[in-house]
C-alpha cells in the first residue's frame, strides 16, 4: 500500500470538517446550541472529540464556520440571480430559491430560524446579520422598483418579512404547511407567473 498523498490528505481533512459541521448543523437545528455539546457532535459525526479542536477552537467557532457557510452560499446565490438578464426573472429566482432552502435545506433554516430569535448571545454573529440585511435590502427594492412596485422600500420590507415568516411557520408546521401555494401566492403578487 502506496503512502498517501498530500491532496488525498487534504481531501481527507475537509471530508472529516464537513461530517463535523453537518453533524452540529443537525444537533444545533434540532436541540439548539446551548444544549448541544462537542461531545455530542463528535458522537454523531463518528469522530474522536479531540478531533474537533483540530478544525474548531470551540463550540462557538463552529457555529461561526456554519453561519459563514450559509452566508457564502446567500452571496452565491445573489450572484447568479443578478446574473438574469430582468427584474421579474431575477425575483422570480430569489422567490424560488428560497422556497427551495426552505424545502431541501430544513436544518439550515430551523437554526438560522432559530439563531435569529437569540442574536444577542451571539454578538458576532448578530453584526454580520445585520451587515447583511442592510447590504440586501437595498438590493430587493431596486429590484422591486425595477418592476414597477409602489414603494419599493416598504415592499421590500415586507417581502423580507414575509419570507422570513413562512420559514418559521414551515419550520413549526412542517409537512402539514402549503409552501408551494406559498410561493405561487408570492409569484401571482408581483405577477412572476411564467408566461408560454
Known amino acids: 500500500m502506496s503512502p498517501r498523498t ?5 481531501e481527507i ?10 453533524a452540529a448543523l443537525e444537533l444545533f437545528a434540532g436541540r439548539g446550541f446551548h444544549n448541544t455539546s462537542i461531545s455530542q457532535i463528535a458522537k454523531q459525526a463518528g ?20 453561519i459563514d457557510r450559509a452566508l457564502a452560499e446567500g452571496d452565491e446565490f445573489f450572484a447568479k440571480m443578478t446574473g438574469l438578464s430582468d427584474a421579474r426573472q431575477q425575483l422570480r429566482y430569489l422567490i424560488g430559491q428560497s422556497f427551495e ?22 454578538p458576532g454573529i448578530m453584526e454580520t446579520v445585520r451587515e447583511k440585511y ?8 431596486q429590484l422591486l422598483d425595477r ?7 416598504g415592499e421590500a420590507k415586507l417581502l423580507a418579512a414575509l419570507l422570513d415568516g413562512i420559514g418559521v411557520q414551515y419550520i413549526v408546521l412542517h409537512h402539514d404547511y402549503p409552501l ?12 412572476l407567473n411564467e408566461r408560454s
Open 47 to 66: 469522530v474522536a472529540k479531540g478531533l474537533i479542536y483540530n478544525y474548531f477552537s470551540s463550540k462557538e467557532d463552529l457555529l461561526h464556520a456554519i
Open 6 to 10: 498530500s491532496k488525498q490528505y487534504k
Open 180 to 191: 408551494e401555494e406559498m410561493k405561487q401566492l408570492l409569484y401571482k403578487r408581483y405577477n
Open 134 to 141: 442592510s447590504s440586501t435590502l437595498p438590493l430587493l427594492e
Open 147 to 153: 418592476i414597477g412596485v409602489e414603494d419599493a422600500a
Open 13 to 22: 481533512r475537509e471530508q472529516s470538517r464537513e461530517k463535523i459541521m453537518m
Open 101 to 122: 432552502l426552505m424545502e431541501t435545506q430544513f436544518d439550515y433554516t430551523k437554526l438560522l430560524t432559530s439563531l435569529s430569535l437569540q442574536l444577542d448571545q451571539f
